[in-house]
């Protein structure tokens, strides 16, 4: 994904320039992040497809991976064979699921037993849904936010799921205990069954297993859970491999600094195998930012192009706040049927006076501002409508400052307060017109910081489909959580004025 947008990037600024890509998956570039709407079923396969992300100026090498960097002749040589030689070299490689070294998950010949499977490509997808027998029990290792949308997407098929987790929080990174709570509260009611401080410490197979799969799952309390389908989702590492052999500074990823260059001046390193300031991310909106970085530094910045460039207008990214002043990562969404569930920045950060709480666990609700140096440092909007997160989020993105009392007022339920009421306690920005319940400068994709008013400029301009906005503004190539917005903005009506 990222290397497929770098070479667009590059190509943007400069038309003439040679690029070639090379990607050791056959087929055409694709999402990878719709690979769970995928495995539950609410999209197909030509939904995953990037649409007008490929160049047509760039030479596309699809099912051919880059095997060994010769950086002193300044050549990669692929598994075909083939020599290309560079002037600058971007590394994209990606990460790879992680398996832990559980007794019993993998065969003789090293690797993953018949009915074990990870998710981390469009293969493991399809081997999911090949093994997913509607009544079948499946256990997945892993209440993370991936493990999470398998479990629930695994439901959707009409297997029985049960969630084994080693924290004692699901979503460790994103929630805080209060959040967990009910978030599994909420999947039992949907069919998951989630199972907390449980440690996983073999996969056993008896007589009865066919071929060479397994059974079930061996706990450290001795407990022996059964299953017929074992996914494994505990996280990614990023593929370093190429550039550790090439003598590249390596450490969780490919060192990079300003630029996403790394030791060496010709060869950038972006995306999941990258690790920029310590940290490596694996979200598809820093991939998008580090594309961009590089080919900043590489070609120089993009012409203004308000008409086709992934940014929008800039009127209207001023508007949505993430243009101007400090950036903000972009928010998470749990994409899960029957659960709705945003959080952004440092959602779980430790109580103290910043931050402020609303819950009710009998309806299934749970919302968090932290707040730092008074404004909104991250959130978590669980329970409730869809259009529930978005003042937080819009006070988020735009970094407006909000009191306690005012942060207050924003957590509370859709129904528990008057529109006056919610929109009175913060002035966020705002444009003079809103269309299915969005302000013009309103961030809708937050992967490529696409604004409302810039997706219906495109719409107005002849962009009548969901594709032909992603086409025009690179809406929805992301993550794919914005898809719906982008509808209901396709087929609302003419902007109306905002009530005062």
Known sequence: MAGVRVAGELLRREPGARVTVLGAEPGVAYNRTLLTDLLAGSVGEPDLELVG???????????????????????????????????????????????????????????????????????????????????????????????????????????????????????????????????????????????????????????????????????????RVECDLLVVACGTRPETGLARAAGLPVDVGVLVGEGMVTADPRVYAIGDCAQTDGVVTGLVAEAWEHARIAADAIAGPAPDDAETGPLGDSADRDRGGRASGARVSAPTRLKAEGVELTVMGASNAPDGPGVVTFADRERGLYRRIVLREGRIAGATVLGGEPSDALAVLEHYSSRSPVTREQAALLLRPAEAASGADRAAPVDAPSAPTAVAGLDRGVVVCYCNDVSCGRILDARDAGADTVAAIARRTRATTGCGICRSKVQALLTAGQPVTAPA
């Open 53 to 223: 992300e490929v160049p047509e100026q760039a030479r596309v090498w699809s099912g051919t991976a880059a095997v060994g960097v010769d950086r002193t002749r300044r050549v990669v040589v692929d598994s075909r064979g083939g020599v290309h030689g560079y002037d600058v070299l971007v590394l994209a490689t990606g990460a790879a699921a992680q398996v832990p070294g559980i007794a019993g998950l993998r065969g003789a010949g090293g690797a993953l037993r018949r009915n074990v499977a990870v998710l981390q490509s469009l293969a493991d997808c399809r081997r999911i849904v090949e093994l997913a027998r509607p009544g079948a029990r499946a256990v997945v290792v892993g209440g993370g936010l991936l493990g999470l949308e398998v479990a629930r997407a695994l439901v959707a098929r009409g297997l029985g799921v049960r969630v084994l987790h080693g924290a004692g929080v699901v979503m460790n990174r994103q929630l805080d205990a209060g959040a967990s709570a009910v978030l599994v509260d909420q999947l039992a009611g949907l069919g998951v069954s989630v199972e907390l401080d449980c440690q996983v410490v073999a996969a056993t197979a008896d007589a009865d297993a066919a071929g060479d799969g397994v059974s079930g799952v061996e706990l450290a309390d001795g407990r």
